[in-house]
């Protein structure tokens, strides 16, 4: 079976509640944040994504927040849904273009 | 959004062996890069394929363990030389375009080694 997330922290979520998960950053230069999904078996999948000259970008029930003076992202997914269960990373762009990304959370939803 | 075809998806190989990973893009991009994810693990960049030219690698890996190779705007190929367990991983090619920003990943070629 797939191994991804198993060493990873878990945020264990009630199907229905609201989901938020926190990554820190290590770049005061990078101007660009993506937060991507990986389900088993399968690549990382693109949710949503910030610039750094924004604090908030909101999509299909996901949100995004980003605080640049702590160097801190989070992912706010409302109403969370068994479909919702991958581990999720948060990446940043530093300079050409690569991405850099963060340990990852696993997110178990529970009915 | 660009899609993105690995081949092989998955393969067990002898230790000592080397494989090669392909990555094909529907469309042409300016940036195609590789990336492995250890089990359990986050994902790490060895390098940026640059078409026309050498690899850029990041530190800790080197060309002659993982020679990259990229003849045109829509494929790139990575070796995983003279193989050994420590090598079984999930290998990911990921494109960009400066234009667009968002990285696309294929499905990864999920590498073991016995």
């Known amino acids: 079976g797939e191994s991804v997330g198993l060493h990873l922290p878990t945020l264990s979520v009630q199907e229905g509640d609201n989901s938020i998960i926190n990554c820190a950053y290590s770049?005061?230069?990078?101007?660009?944040f993506i937060w991507y999904k990986q389900e088993s078996g399968k690549g990382p999948q693109f949710i949503i994504d910030i610039r750094s000259n924004m604090d908030k970008r909101q999509g299909q029930r996901v949100t995004v927040l980003l605080n640049k003076t702590v160097k801190h992202l989070s992912l706010q997914i409302a109403a969370t849904q068994p479909g919702d269960s991958a581990v999720y990373f948060c990446?940043?762009?530093?300079?050409?273009?690569?991405?850099?990304f963060g340990g990852g959370t696993r997110v178990l939803v529970k009915p | 959004s660009a899609v993105i075809s690995q081949k092989p998806s998955r393969d067990i190989c002898q230790r000592g062996t080397s494989l090669t990973i392909q990555c094909q893009v529907d469309?042409?991009?300016?940036?195609m890069f590789w990336y492995r994810q250890q089990p359990g693990q986050s994902l790490t960049l060895i390098a940026t394929?640059?078409?026309?030219?050498?690899?850029?690698?990041e530190s800790g890996f080197v060309i002659d363990k993982f020679p990259i190779s990229r003849p045109n705007l829509t494929f790139s190929t990575l070796t995983v030389s003279n193989m050994s367990p420590e090598d079984s991983s999930i290998y990911l090619c990921s494109v960009g375009d400066r234009v667009n920003t968002e990285a696309f990943f294929g499905q990864g070629t999920r590498l073991t080694v016995v």
């Open positions: 394929a640059n078409q026309g030219s050498e690899a850029t690698y």
């Open positions: 770049n005061s230069a990078s101007d660009y």
């Open positions: 990446a940043e762009r530093t300079a050409g273009n690569k991405l850099t």
């Open positions: 469309s042409q991009v300016t940036m």
